[in-house]
């Protein structure tokens, strides 16, 4: 599981700045990450071609991910072997995950000294 989130962290630098953007805009590119993740997986494990999945999730993502990221995450999902064992659903849950942490509100707590 360590290797699959630092993975998945390592994959964040994707995401689109979001700075400016709400908390509530932030969560729709980081669900439409994970959906994006899990429907790649799906039309891997079921044989589809990499193009096919591009295609769809084209038409499902495309208003939240522009076609750059939509490319990285079918060939992250059909060729990095650290994601050929994980289902869609896992993968997903877990992407969602990384994202919102990663851009997670400042806390008003301060690290010990």
Known sequence: ?????????????????????????????????????????EF????????VAFGTIKKTFGQALPDTNIKRIVNADYFDPRLAGLSGAALAYAFENACMLHTAPPSPYKPLQ
Do not use: Y
Not at 7 to 28: E, H
């Open 44 to 51: 891997r494990d079921t044989g589809q071609s990499p193009q």
């Open 1 to 41: 599981m360590k290797t699959i989130i630092v993975g998945l962290l390592v994959m964040l630098p994707w995401t689109q700045p979001m700075a400016a953007n709400s908390l509530g805009r932030q969560q729709i590119i980081c669900t439409a990450w994970g959906g994006a993740f899990q429907m790649a997986s």
